[in-house]
């Protein structure tokens, strides 16, 4: 079951189209699991052995919250330029609600 729920996981992960980004909370409840498995969902992907392909950038915080460490904002920010998606100075996607995936179209 929990190899099952991963699988879903990763394969919701690497479905999310260029331009799009969706939540953890959204993979998890696509996957199959309630909102609190929210909070696996990075360690699940962390394991995938599609670990170079994983979209990171494309999954964000509920509300269109981006993740930027010191270390990868200068990459993100590029990425997130590069597939017309807005994110303001705070870290906030400022287009969220045109370009959230709730997977029911896929």
Do not use: C
Request: glycine letters at 8%.
């Amino acid at each position: 079951m929990v190899r099952e729920f991963s699988q879903r996981v990763w394969e919701l992960a690497l479905s999310i189209p260029e331009g799009r980004v969706t939540t953890y909370g959204t993979i998890a409840r696509a996957a199959g699991a309630g909102p609190m498995a929210s909070r696996s969902i990075s360690s699940i992907l962390a394991k995938s052995p599609n670990q170079g392909v994983i979209p990171w950038h494309r999954i964000v915080y509920a509300g269109g919250k981006v993740w930027l460490s010191p270390e990868n904002e200068a990459k993100r920010r590029k990425l997130y330029k590069r597939e017309g998606i807005k994110v303001d100075q705070h870290g906030h996607i400022t287009n969220f609600d045109d370009i959230y995936l709730d997977f029911s179209e896929l």
